[in-house]
């Protein structure tokens, strides 16, 4: 080699590495958790123990059977009509034990209006009987363990019993927020929100998994009867403290919004003022309705008049949502729908 060209050869490699070392390197995939998966049942307003009620869970044992399940979430109103008077009440039994006998998984249940229910059935003015089905989790000799819900609001990770979660979960208590009130002054509205509140703040900012799912009873979006939070029923401000809670401390924070309430399956687009959240509505467990306004939100999916269930798989960065519908007369069960979302 010409000794006059080792200079520049030398150069060219220093500047070489040089541009090398000043790129900005490619992130190493996460891999506690890009392996994982994690597939569940949303389930809502299904407590009737009625034949609907059957046909949905046999519907839920062919779905599991065939694509495996790991967990249920329980969306509230889990005991049609006014909840339940104790831990001992055959409804339990009627109405959760005996639908859901051949299904070997926990729920992860929330509380609804009808399960706090005073005066009738749905009013949710009675939030202490709500404390029952927290109580019956606790339970000694229960049929079961698949009662899940060791408080009003809690969190749990999944997969579960591991270290390193694909999936955080906020369990949420929606009823004290949205129903009209409660004369208990543990559950007035403006202090509960408060307590709730800081207790979602701290368990986010505690989070570690890269999926966040927030699951109540009420919704923050819906195109049903209900409604839209802060709009429901039709009445201005009706549940307006639960729509603060949930825009200032688990919209934008979480990746998904799940709830019941309106009987129908609809799969929601995020909304300016929620930021990235997605919702899901998935209250036909037990009971069907017409829509509302189907207008109302931008749905990627969207159908009432039918029993059924949400199936979410949720595979590394890979959110994958199926719909099933279950027919009230036949208990046929049709694969609906399927969306698969990229977690951004």
């Known amino acids: 080699m010409n000794k006059m060209m080792l200079p520049v050869l030398l150069s060219s490699v220093v500047a070489a590495q040089a541009l090398a070392m000043s790129k900005t390197p490619e992130p190493l ?22 034949d609907g009620q059957y046909k949905v869970a046999a519907a839920l044992e062919s779905v599991c059977a065939e694509r495996g399940c790991d967990f249920a979430i329980g969306l509230g109103d889990n005991i049609y009509e006014a909840g339940v008077d104790s831990v001992s009440d055959i409804q339990f039994q009627t109405k959760f034990e005996d639908p859901y006998k051949n299904l070997n998984f926990p729920f992860y249940m929330t509380l609804g209006n009808h399960d706090n229910s005073w005066l009738f059935g749905g009013d949710g003015l009675d939030n202490d009987k709500g404390d029952i089905q927290v109580d019956y989790h606790y339970q000694q000799n229960r049929p079961s363990n698949k009662w899940q819900m060791p408080a009003r609001y809690y969190t749990f990770s999944a997969p579960l019993n591991e270290e390193q979660p694909l999936v955080n ?4 208590d929606s009823n004290p927020l949205a129903a009209v009130g409660d004369a208990d002054a543990e559950y007035w509205q403006l202090p509960y929100k408060k ?18 799912i927030a699951f109540a009873h009420h919704p923050f979006l819906s195109n049903g009867k209900h409604g839209n939070a802060g709009m429901y029923d039709g009445f201005p401000g009706a549940g307006v403290v639960y729509y603060d809670m949930l825009k200032d401390h688990v919209c934008n924070k979480v990746d998904v919004m799940i709830a019941g309430h309106d009987h129908e399956l609809q799969f929601l687009k995020p909304v300016d003022k929620c930021g990235k959240t997605l919702h899901m509505v998935s209250g036909a467990g037990g009971k069907s309705r017409e829509f509302k306004d189907t207008e109302r939100n931008a749905a990627y ?44």
């Open 29 to 50: 995939p996460d891999v506690g958790t890009v392996n994982k998966t994690v597939r569940f049942i949303a389930i809502g307003d299904m407590g009737t123990g009625d």
């Open 301 to 344: 999916w969207q159908q009432d008049k039918t029993l059924g269930f949400f199936y979410i798989e949720i595979a590394g960065d890979e959110f994958r949502a199926t719909s099933y519908t279950v027919d009230k007369v036949s208990g046929e069960v049709t694969r609906a729908f399927d969306k698969t979302l990229t977690r951004q």
């Open 195 to 212: 307590t709730q509140a800081k207790w979602i703040d701290r368990e986010l900012n505690n989070a570690s998994a890269p999926w966040k």
């Open 169 to 172: 979960f906020f369990s949420l």
